[in-house]
């Protein structure tokens, strides 16, 4: 029985894992967003748009950033989160989380690690 658990658990990790491309409405001109600061259960929040240094940065960091996102179920604390109609991106200090919904309406989440952390945004 213990067999049929490792493999059924290492199928499920190989189809969770590998080289994912960013989903093209990241890669392309992203609407406005709100940008969400967690610090001590304390959140804040800021609406940005093509004129704001945030919404520039984390632009820059996704076309910069096209490959080598990974399937992840995992859960993630927010941290500095961007939230858009239809995706949120959590930059954290070891790397990214992006949850979209792709055109079949089904919500998905890639993660990327990375070393600049916060996606190049301050905390």
Known sequence: MDAKMLMVA?????????????????????????VYRYEKMVESRKNVGPSDPEYKVISCFLQDNK????????????NIV???????????SDGVVINYQNTKGEWKQISKSCKTPFCGVKP
């Open 10 to 34: 290492a199928v499920m990790s190989v189809g969770l894992s590998g080289n994912v491309e960013l989903p093209k409405d990241l890669r392309e001109a992203l609407p406005s967003m709100v």
């Open 67 to 78: 490959e080598g996102w990974e399937h992840d179920a995992r859960s993630y604390a927010p």
């Open 82 to 92: 961007f939230k858009g109609p239809n995706y949120s991106i959590n930059c954290m």
